[in-house]
């Protein structure tokens, strides 16, 4: 008993840092009702501040702290004033892509700033030890768990009996009542904004001595901080903080529990980082049609959808093209063409999940790495290109798992959901010895009719031969993308994306669509995932994480999530890409990569959320084709004509 009691306190540290988290997603929800996925990396950013200062300059603890929380209020009011204020009317998704962006950028500056490695931050709070019960522990615990729910009582003070907090209050409701009673929204959203990340940072610089400072690790600190901040309806502070200290005891005692002999093998790793997953789940599908929503003064609209037009000429030069990049570059030049052409299949997922259907995704490396984790294990089985098929199916059955919450949930709770979902398959899974394996997981070299397709040889860093087998595959898969986009189900899937209850008044199965959507993009991924896994010889977990996912919505929302050809431009600039290749080789921008697309991906996503090629001329040109005279004779007879016509079909955020 006295051991289950310490893994419980010692779990409060990580659960403060849930607690903090949840609080300040939760008030920044309250005045502006968006729901800040970077919020992890603006929690952090002032934790850096303080170590920096206090280690690297030598400045006193409070000048130290004050200066750090000074940074956080200054961040959190540009990344208001630039980024999501003039998102407001925005649509979830260039909510979620300008969140991912500043997750990116800040993470980006991090690293250019302080480093990659992690950082011991002096503590601020006492740390010694506490006997009870016959266990001892230190007591920066207890403190942090206090520190966390007097800003709870705080807070709810705050929401309660302030003019600012009441005022606030009310344009959750209705900002034009707001602004009718004399009050700015775009005030009352900056004063949240720079509270939310006050307490997030606060928390963060007190509880990093303990949990360290990590960058990667506190960015995702998100996913459990969504989960207590929706277990409080995205509304009590109060109900956000028991749930993150709840949370951060239940996972201390499940890892405790792990090392149980009884404990199942296969569920040694993992289980503890599934238990968010299981929250929001549970949550979103239980209550998310009751979840609090935002009374704007406008809605906006996702991007518009074009019928690609496939024309031979064009399509065979653009094919000829890449055959051409392949033959004519060598070594590190052709192995960016590859993995330009491989991030184009999975931004290619994108394209039918997101643009089509409008279901946003954070879980596409999840599903790209269950392929190729996959792969691993029956290529030595399964000949080629049966072994392919194989991993791409069953990364399309968690595809559809994933999927079902879908059923319930859209827009930004579904991009909370497989975010979620992402962390969890990654944690429980590709880091898992006793699922992934723990001997490297080699692939096999591909080879069909006895032809050698492997991406390399003793003296060939990327063999055409290789690459010339992703071309094929990219270009199948642009055709069947482009033919479902001019069929009935492209249709269908645009009208789900329009409106979902227009759609099902007509008869349309809007459940079905959306598990066929999933269905499509999980399994395009896979492909990608398989032929990553080739192009690796082996993988690692960091192949498939979070952040990759991230980086894959980032790229292809730059080059336009509702067209192939922005699908095609987001390979060519994806991380180790043909495009960061060059620059990086030319310009040597390598280093700065990162943070340069992170910055334009924000830009992109306030102001041309459609897009760099929206209005793409080639191969797959996206045209609005001009009805005949006999067209519009007909249709003066049959309304239903005109729905047979490629045209844009602009959609209402999901």
């Not at 690293?111 to 709070?125: I, N, Y």
């Not at 009352?188 to 690790?217: E, K, N, Q, R, Y």
């Not at 009590?236 to 903080?241: I, K, L, M, T």
């Not at 050698?452 to 199948?476: E, I, K, P």
């Amino acid at each position: 008993m006295a051991q289950h009691v310490l893994f419980l306190v010692v779990g409060l540290g990580a659960g403060a840092a849930y607690a903090a988290i949840a609080m300040a997603l939760v008030t920044t929800h309250r005045g502006t009702g968006v729901i800040n996925i970077a919020q992890g990396a603006v929690a952090v950013w002032p934790a850096y501040v303080f170590q920096e200062l206090r280690v690297g300059r030598g400045v006193a603890p409070l000048p130290a702290f004050a200066l750090a929380l000074a940074s956080a209020a200054a961040l959190a009011l540009v990344l208001h004033l630039l980024v999501f204020r003039p998102l407001r009317p925005a649509p979830a998704l260039s909510r979620v892509v300008a969140s991912v962006g500043v997750t990116i950028t800040i993470q980006a500056a991090i690293v250019q700033l302080f480093g990659t490695g992690r950082r011991a931050v002096p503590p601020l709070l006492p740390r010694d030890p506490v006997h009870v019960w016959g266990i001892s522990f230190s007591q920066d615990r207890l403190w942090l768990a206090g520190v966390a729910i007097a800003l709870a009582v705080a807070l709810w003070a705050f929401g309660r009996f302030t003019r600012l907090g009441l005022a606030t209050r009310a344009a959750a409701q209705s900002e034009r009542g707001a602004v009718l009673m004399g009050f700015s929204p775009d005030r009352l959203g900056a004063a949240t904004w720079v509270l939310g990340s006050c307490v997030a940072g606060t928390v963060a610089i007190l509880v990093s001595p303990t949990l360290g400072l990590d960058s990667i690790a506190w960015t995702f600190f998100v996913v459990p901080g969504l989960a207590c901040a929706l277990v409080g309806r995205l509304e009590s502070v109060g109900a956000a903080c028991a749930a993150g200290l709840a949370l951060g005891a239940v996972q201390a005692e499940i890892t405790f529990l792990s090392g149980k002999s009884w404990w199942p093998d296969w569920a040694s790793v993992g289980v503890a980082q599934s238990i968010p997953l299981l929250l929001i789940v549970a949550v979103l599908v239980g209550l998310g049609h009751r979840l609090p929503t935002r009374g704007a003064l406008a809605a906006g609209r996702l991007p518009a959808v074009r019928t690609p037009s496939l024309r031979p000429i064009p399509f065979v030069a653009l094919v000829a093209a890449g055959a051409a990049a392949l033959l004519l570059t060598q070594g590190t030049y052709r192995f960016g063409v590859i993995t330009s052409m491989v991030a184009a299949l999975i931004a290619l997922s994108l394209v039918v999940l997101t643009g089509l259907v409008g279901q946003i995704s954070l879980a596409q490396a999840a599903f790209a790495g269950t392929a190729g984790f996959a792969l691993s294990k029956i290529g030595t089985g399964l000949p080629f290109p049966l072994s392919v098929l194989a991993a791409a199916l069953l990364a399309t059955v968690v595809g559809v798992l994933v999927a079902v919450p879908a059923l319930r949930i859209r827009g930004i709770q579904l991009a909370v959901a497989t975010l979620a979902a992402g962390v969890a398959i990654e944690e429980l899974v590709f880091r898992n010895p006793r699922l992934a394996g723990s001997s490297g997981n080699l692939i096999p070299h591909p080879s069909l009719f006895g032809g050698d397709l492997a991406v390399r040889d003793a003296g060939t860093t990327a063999r055409w031969q290789f690459g010339a087998l992703v071309l094929v595959v990219l270009t199948l898969c642009c055709v069947g993308v482009a033919m479902l986009m001019r069929s009935q189900l492209g249709r269908t899937m645009l009208a789900v994306r329009s409106n979902e209850r227009a759609a099902a008044s007509i008869g349309v199965d809007v459940a079905r669509v959306k598990l066929i959507a999933f269905a499509i993009s999980s399994f395009l991924a896979g492909l990608g995932g398989a032929l990553i896994g080739y192009s690796r010889g082996q993988l690692s977990p960091e192949s498939f994480g979070v952040a990759t996912s991230l980086s894959l919505l980032a790229f292809a929302y730059l080059g336009g999530i509702t067209s192939i050809g922005g699908a095609l431009l987001a390979g060519a600039f994806a991380p180790l890409g043909i495009g960061y290749v060059v620059l990086d080789r030319t310009l040597h921008l390598g280093k700065h990569y990162l943070l340069a697309s992170g910055v334009l991906l924000i830009v992109t996503a306030v102001l041309n959320p459609s897009g760099l090629v929206a209005n793409l001329n080639g191969v797959l040109h996206v045209h609005r084709r001009r009805p005949r005279p006999a067209e519009h004779r007909h249709a003066a007879h049959d309304d239903s004509s005109s729905a047979q016509a490629p045209r844009p079909v602009p959609a209402s955020a999901p």
